[in-house]
């Protein structure tokens, strides 16, 4: 129980037991009166559970980010985890890091959002973010670091209606065309055939793909993990590549193939010899490809540099000869040659000790599980296959995705539960968007209209002969 004691000036100050035999203050007051009543107060909230401590009130978002938010928040897959570090790091410590958490109110979380909007940012982007930061909040008044969420309420820019890119049949050929090889071109007819994400795709391993009990002509993919491209600061044992043992639905499912792709995709394992635990579209296998297809070009010496190329004239007013070191570190000259002179001087210091140490591997880590990097695709394989295609339009890989589900719900013959069950959608309202992007236009209720108001006419029509017909003398 609290009590009051008396101050040297006079004044009286409250302490409340916050635990057996231990006191805090409850403030400092000119009555004794007072201070009873304040100490009376907080010993309420503190039976009640509603007492919020001063001293973690006055953390500062980003140290409560740093020492509790991230470290003790368990129970999320790593991708998200690095949403979250993204978001911090780029969006939200810039702007609210160095304010203690009982002085954010949703007039700041308000000027946050107005301030990303002026950035540029997509209303998307901004609700994301701002579901990060709700996140932080909630878990705070959780931790009895803040009284109330000042997220809460605070809305964000109205979005647009989320429109789903899917490409149409005839564009498929167009897109394989222009793949480095059939490894690719399989991986990509796969994905369309099943509708995949990228990390479930490419952890896909020979023990995934099964045998069809109740059809011998046929397989299906047992998909039951995901790998994310995690780097060094997420993954246990340093390295780039994490499988996570459930996918981003959190539900295993059996995404059934065709006879045709059945037999492809057996051809295709048996030809590369894939075992059990082997990759079915590894980053080796895929690299090698795209080097066949792509061969390095022959290599050039300085020997084979024109004599006649004018000198490069430096800032400083000297001239230096190209193909050498000296007008590319002094003259800035960035020409085959001159790039070619500094290689060779690098390599030549490299061999007698004389260059930089090594650099150590990036938080990007090292990729020894031979998982393909989803940004090497797009820019090797992915772009240049679009390119190539004559797209007049962005063209994703996950636009794959969509267009096997786009195309599944155009053909009527998949009801909606089957299709969310093969999608991996935790909620049907996923499932229907692709419902509402067939390409097929209902007019049921066009013609039910014209229906209505042409028996509407009759009647009209009808009712003012009746009236002519009831005049006398007519």
Same mark, same amino acid.
């Given at each position: 129980?609290?009590?009051?004691?008396?101050?040297?000036?006079?004044?009286?100050?409250?302490?409340?037991?916050?635990?057996?035999?231990?006191?805090?203050?409850?403030?400092?007051?000119?009555?004794?009166?007072?201070?009873?009543?304040?100490?009376?107060a907080?010993?309420?909230?503190?039976?009640a559970?509603?007492?919020?401590d001063?001293?973690?009130?006055?953390?500062?978002?980003?140290?409560?980010?740093?020492?509790?938010f991230?470290?003790?928040?368990?129970?999320?897959?790593?991708?998200?985890?690095?949403?979250?570090?993204?978001?911090?790091?780029?969006?939200?410590?810039?702007?609210f890091?160095?304010?203690?958490?009982?002085?954010?109110?949703?007039?700041?979380?308000?000027?946050?959002?107005?301030?990303?909007?002026?950035?540029?940012?997509?209303?998307?982007?901004?609700?994301?973010?701002?579901?990060?930061?709700?996140?932080?909040?909630?878990?705070?008044?959780?931790?009895?670091?803040?009284?109330?969420?000042?997220?809460?309420?605070?809305?964000?820019?109205?979005?647009?209606?989320?429109?789903?890119?899917?490409?149409?049949?005839?564009?498929?050929?167009?897109?394989?065309?222009?793949?480095?090889?059939?490894?690719?071109?399989?991986?990509?007819?796969?994905?369309?055939?099943?509708?995949?994400?990228?990390?479930?795709?490419?952890?896909?391993?020979?023990?995934?793909?099964?045998?069809?009990?109740?059809?011998?002509?046929?397989?299906?993919?047992?998909?039951?993990?995901?790998?994310?491209?995690?780097?060094?600061?997420?993954?246990?044992?340093g390295?780039?590549?994490?499988?996570?043992?459930?996918?981003k639905?959190?539900?295993?499912?059996?995404?059934?193939?065709?006879?045709?792709?059945?037999?492809?995709?057996?051809?295709?394992?048996?030809?590369?010899?894939?075992?059990?635990?082997?990759?079915?579209? *590894?980053?080796?296998?895929?690299?090698?490809?795209?080097?066949?297809?792509?061969?390095?070009?022959?290599?050039?010496?300085?020997?084979d540099?024109?004599?006649?190329?004018?000198?490069?004239l430096?800032?400083?007013?000297?001239?230096?000869?190209?193909?050498?070191?000296?007008?590319?570190?002094?003259?800035?000259?960035?020409?085959?040659?001159?790039?070619?002179a500094?290689?060779?001087?690098?390599?030549?210091?490299?061999?007698?000790?004389?260059?930089?140490p090594?650099?150590?591997?990036?938080?990007?880590?090292?990729?020894?599980?031979?998982?393909? *990097?989803?940004?090497?695709?797009?820019?090797?394989?992915?772009?240049?296959?679009?390119?190539?295609?004559?797209?007049?339009?962005?063209?994703?890989?996950?636009?794959?995705r969509?267009?096997?589900?786009?195309?599944?719900?155009?053909?009527?013959?998949?009801?909606?539960?089957?299709l969310?069950?093969?999608?991996?959608?935790?909620?049907?309202?996923?499932?229907?968007?692709?419902?509402?992007?067939?390409?097929?236009?209902?007019?049921?209720?066009?013609?039910?209209?014209?229906?209505?108001?042409?028996?509407?006419?009759?009647?009209?029509?009808?009712?003012r002969?009746?009236?002519?017909?009831?005049?006398?003398?007519?």
């Amino acid at each position: 129980m609290g009590y009051e004691k008396r101050q040297v000036n006079g004044r009286w100050t409250g302490l409340y037991e916050l635990r057996p035999n231990v006191y805090r203050s409850a403030g400092t007051f000119g009555t004794r009166v007072l201070a009873r009543d304040a100490w009376q107060a907080v010993e309420r909230d503190l039976r009640a559970g509603d007492y919020l401590d001063p001293a973690r009130a006055r953390w500062t978002l980003e140290r409560y980010v740093r020492e509790k938010f991230l470290p003790l928040h368990t129970g999320i897959k790593i991708n998200t985890r690095k949403n979250y570090a993204s978001d911090l790091r780029a969006h939200i410590l810039p702007f609210f890091g160095a304010m203690p958490l009982s002085e954010i109110y949703p007039e700041h979380v308000r000027a946050w959002v107005a301030h990303l909007e002026r950035a540029g940012r997509s209303p998307a982007t901004i609700r994301s973010r701002k579901a990060t930061l709700s996140t932080i909040f909630s878990r705070a008044v959780t931790d009895r670091y803040l009284r109330i969420n000042p997220a809460l309420g605070v809305r964000t820019p109205k979005e647009p209606p989320q429109r789903i890119r899917a490409l149409a049949p005839a564009d498929v050929p167009r897109l394989l065309s222009g793949l480095p090889g059939p490894v690719s071109q399989l991986l990509v007819e796969l994905d369309l055939h099943t509708g995949l994400r990228w990390g479930e795709l490419t952890e896909m391993r020979g023990r995934d793909v099964r045998e069809d009990d109740a059809d011998a002509l046929r397989v299906y993919l047992d998909v039951q993990r995901a790998v994310v491209d995690a780097g060094t600061e997420y993954t246990l044992d340093g390295t780039r590549f994490h499988v996570e043992s459930t996918t981003k639905g959190g539900f295993d499912r059996r995404v059934g193939l065709s006879v045709a792709m059945s037999d492809r995709l057996l051809d295709y394992m048996g030809k590369h010899r894939i075992g059990a635990e082997d990759l079915l579209f *590894p980053y080796s296998r895929l690299l090698a490809e795209w080097r066949q297809a792509h061969p390095d070009p022959p290599r050039r010496s300085l020997d084979d540099m024109p004599g006649d190329l004018p000198p490069v004239l430096a800032r400083n007013g000297r001239e230096y000869a190209h193909g050498t070191s000296k007008a590319y570190d002094t003259a800035g000259c960035r020409c085959d040659w001159c790039r070619l002179a500094k290689t060779v001087q690098r390599a030549a210091r490299r061999a007698q000790g004389r260059d930089r140490p090594a650099r150590e591997h990036s938080r990007r880590g090292k990729n020894v599980t031979d998982h393909c *990097p989803d940004d090497w695709f797009r820019d090797r394989v992915w772009k240049p296959a679009v390119v190539a295609a004559g797209f007049d339009r962005r063209v994703v890989f996950y636009d794959l995705r969509h267009s096997h589900a786009t195309w599944l719900a155009n053909s009527h013959t998949v009801d909606i539960m089957k299709l969310k069950e093969r999608m991996g959608h935790r909620s049907i309202l996923t499932t229907q968007r692709y419902l509402s992007a067939a390409e097929e236009v209902d007019h049921t209720a066009a013609d039910a209209l014209e229906s209505y108001l042409a028996t509407a006419e009759t009647r009209s029509t009808a009712r003012r002969r009746r009236r002519v017909r009831a005049v006398p003398g007519m």
